[in-house]
Structure formats: structure tokens, C-alpha cells
Antibody, heavy 122, light 107 residues
């Protein structure tokens, strides 16, 4: 069964750091681009960052550029999001999501994790 | 940045109704558009990609159409399990962006 399982969320003070992890199983992890998508409480979805299957290409939303770093360890089938200089507006559920290999859907998300909550508050 | 206008934000409908949700882009995106369904407390699920291709396992009452700047999600005969929030998403260019969402509620 294809599965994504996030961890690492929690309560952090403004200016602090947190690292999220996403453990993948049931598919050849290194063959697929992966993303982080977040959802603030009661709000809509916001794409945060994406990384290619090899890890050689990364992309960020302007709202997190310079503060967040996406990475992956294909030997461990794990995706990461290092979040620094956290702000109250970063409070959200963070989902990891897999993109299909279909050339018509390189940026769609066909598999999602259950999400991990990040709360930035003093 | 490609801006997306999704409408309506709230749609009241009854079981059996045909409903349509619109998504308009600030610039052309060819067919690089996806639709998702999200239920409270759950992760979104992919319904349609490439504007009109039904994701495997998604009921055929869901359909998508459009290209360029104007897109539509149609549910042909609303079922009880379809009451949820729906989002469009463009993946034509970075940053990838989502529409604001449409909540489909029971009339």
C-alpha cells in the first residue's frame, strides 16, 4: 500500500526552528517528485515547496523562501522540511504529497500524508 | 504568480443535483490543472488532473473541462458523500497555486 507518514510537528516559539519528516512506503520513492503543502486553521491549501526525485531541483513559495529548506534521503525513503525563523503565520497542518510520473500531471498530488500540525506561538 | 479565482465559495445543493464549480486563471495554463476534494479533518484527495482526466478510482459522476484560463468541475448527480470542500490547483508554473476553495453543503 502506498503511504506517506509525516512527523515532527509541534509547538515552537516565534523565531524558532523545526524539522518535519515524511516517511514513504509502497512505491519507488526516488522516482517521484515530492512536495509540502500546508493549511492554516480554517483556511485553504497553500503549496510550500517541491523537490525532484533525485533531489537536484528544489522550488519554494515566496512566503517561505530563505527560511525553509526541502530535502530528501532516497536511501531512507524520507522527505524533510527544515523550517527556520518561524512566524505565527506559519501555523498550519503540513502535508507531504507525492506527484505522479504522468507527464500530464507533474505538479498534481496523487498521494497525501495525514498531516502534522505546526503551531508557532509564544 | 498565477492568480486563481474559484467560484462560488459556498454552494448549497441537494442530493441528486448537478453542480458546477468554476476556476479562472490570471493567465493561460494550457491544461495543467487539478481538482481535489477535502473532507473535514482529512487530507485532500485528487479527483482530476490535466483538466479533464479522471484519477483512478474516482466515480464517473465527476468530470472536468476547460483549457487556457477557464476551467470547470462538474458533479453530475450529487451524492451524500460528495458534500465537502473542493479546490482547483495549477501546476503550469511555480509557484504552484490553489484556488480559495468551494464548500458544497446540504441545502
Amino acid at each position: 500500500e502506498v503511504q506517506l507518514l509525516e512527523s515532527g510537528g509541534g509547538l515552537v516559539q516565534p523565531g524558532g526552528s523545526l524539522r518535519l519528516s515524511c516517511a514513504a512506503s509502497g512505491f519507488t520513492f526516488s522516482s517521484y517528485a515530492m512536495s509540502w503543502v500546508r493549511q492554516a486553521p480554517g483556511k485553504g491549501l497553500e503549496w510550500v515547496s517541491a523537490i525532484s526525485g533525485s533531489g537536484g531541483s528544489t522550488y519554494y513559495a515566496d512566503s517561505v523562501k530563505g527560511r525553509f529548506t526541502i530535502s530528501r534521503d532516497n536511501s531512507k525513503n524520507t522527505l524533510y522540511l527544515q523550517m527556520n525563523s518561524l512566524r505565527a503565520e506559519d501555523t498550519a497542518v503540513y502535508y507531504c504529497a507525492k506527484s505522479p510520473r504522468d507527464p500530464a500531471a507533474p505538479g498534481a498530488f496523487d498521494i497525501w500524508g495525514q498531516g502534522t500540525m505546526v503551531t508557532v506561538s509564544s | 504568480v498565477i492568480w486563481m479565482t474559484q467560484s462560488p465559495s459556498l454552494l448549497s445543493a441537494s442530493t441528486g443535483d448537478r453542480v458546477t464549480i468554476s476556476c479562472r486563471m490570471s493567465q493561460g495554463i494550457s491544461s495543467y490543472l487539478a481538482w481535489y476534494q477535502q473532507k473535514p479533518g482529512k487530507a485532500p484527495e485528487l479527483l482530476i488532473y490535466a483538466a479533464s482526466t479522471l484519477q483512478s478510482g474516482v466515480p464517473s459522476r465527476f468530470s472536468g473541462s476547460g483549457s487556457g484560463t477557464d476551467f470547470t468541475l462538474t458533479i453530475s448527480c450529487l451524492q451524500s458523500e460528495d458534500f465537502a470542500t473542493y479546490y482547483c490547483q495549477q501546476y503550469y508554473s511555480f509557484p504552484w497555486t490553489f484556488g480559495q476553495g468551494t464548500k458544497v453543503e446540504i441545502k
